[in-house]
């Protein structure tokens, strides 16, 4: 498939596609006789998983390090098991620091209702 099609099914701009390829997060893409690139149809799903660990705060550093253990079948257990578990630290301290924000965004929401509501009765006591 060409760029256009991979972008448009992913949903992931040409220019990061393209620095994906440079930075050998996609393999397999072959060149056509018109210079073209050709995407595999398993590139689409390399995306998205690319995607999906950048999300979970992965860097392509780690990402690449991931699918070339998946690529090869040559996982170090260990290593794999490390990194993922800094990665759960990582995860718990960021749900722990929405929990607070969400504590503090809740009583503001709370205070901002009750000043509404006070500011609602002034104002139908006023026309009363």
């Known amino acids: 498939m060409r760029i256009?099609?991979?972008?448009?099914?992913?949903?992931?701009g040409r220019h990061t596609l393209r620095y994906y390829e440079q930075e050998a997060l996609l393999p397999g893409i072959q060149r056509r006789a018109n210079n073209y690139r050709d995407y595999p149809e398993s590139a689409v799903r390399q995306v998205e998983l690319i995607r999906q660990l950048q999300s979970f705060g992965f860097s392509l550093s780690e990402i690449?390090?991931?699918?070339?253990?998946?690529q090869?079948?040559?996982v170090d257990c260990a290593q794999g098991a490390q990194l993922l578990?800094?990665?759960?630290?990582?995860?718990r301290k960021q749900i722990r620091q929405l929990r607070q924000v969400d504590?503090?965004?809740?009583?503001?929401?709370?205070r901002l209702e009750e000043s509404a509501a006070r500011q609602a009765c002034n104002v139908s006591e006023q026309f009363s």
């Open 64 to 70: 690449r390090t991931i699918l070339n253990g998946i």
């Open 85 to 91: 578990a800094e990665k759960r630290l990582d995860i």
């Open 103 to 110: 504590k503090l965004l809740a009583a503001e929401q709370v």
């Open 4 to 12: 256009a099609q991979l972008e448009s099914r992913t949903g992931v």
């Open 72 to 74: 090869s079948n040559e």
